[in-house]
């Protein structure tokens, strides 16, 4: 699996279900056909694939007509990501269709700088549980300035990051984060929704 840099015109297939929800759109130039988000929950590998031969007779397509399948590659749920992965490596293999991942921190950090119009840098995080998180901080074009990077928002570590931050918008699966982080300085916050529609023009003016 390779990291997407050219997508051309045409159809792809935007697959996201490494957080509390799996979500799929299909989209073109930027703009999305159909989507659908639900809940990530035990055994919905099955209704999963379902979800998304519907979603391709929604776009009256089929999957022979898409140019790339992209798939969050993570951090976050193993359920949820072997899930996603597996299932569209099987039909990217099927169809022979290109298969390519992205960072799962830096496509909810775009999604915040998409959503605020924030010129700072974004600080994502994603719940690791015990007061842990995944977390990556990235330029509001989307460069990672650091990601994937294992911290406990107890430790003086992730205080020192925040600090030498600048400008800081922050974004999280768990907001409880964000009210901790602010109690020693002040800083924007994006409430982290379940909507996928943003990841089209993301990764369209990504990959062009």
Not at 156 to 178: A, H, K, M, R, Y
Request: proline residues 2%.
């Amino acid at each position: 699996m390779q990291n997407f840099n050219i997508l051309g015109s045409g159809y792809y297939l935007i697959v996201d279900t490494a957080l509390a929800y799996n979500a799929a759109c299909i989209a073109c130039e930027g703009k999305v056909l159909a989507s659908f988000v639900e809940e990530n929950t035990s055994g919905q590998s099955g209704r999963y694939m379902f979800k998304l031969q519907e979603l391709f007779q929604q776009s009256n397509l089929t999957a022979s007509e898409l140019i790339a399948i992209c798939v969050s590659m993570g951090p976050g749920s193993y359920t949820g990501l072997r899930i996603g992965m597996s299932s569209m490596k099987g039909l990217a293999f099927a169809d022979k269709i290109p298969l390519y991942g992205f960072s799962t921190l830096q496509s909810i950090a775009m999604k915040a700088v998409y959503a605020t119009k924030h010129g700072g840098n974004t600080l994502a995080l994603i719940d690791a549980r015990r007061m842990n998180a995944y977390a990556g901080l990235f330029e509001n074009t989307g460069k990672p300035l650091w990601n994937n990077r294992f911290v406990s928002l107890q430790s003086e570590e992730i205080l020192e990051l925040v600090n030498q931050s600048g400008n800081l918008l922050i974004t999280s699966d768990n907001p409880d984060f964000c009210d901790l982080i602010k109690n020693f300085r002040e800083t924007e916050y994006y409430n982290l929704t379940s909507d996928i529609s943003y990841l089209g023009n993301i990764i369209y003016e990504s990959g062009t």
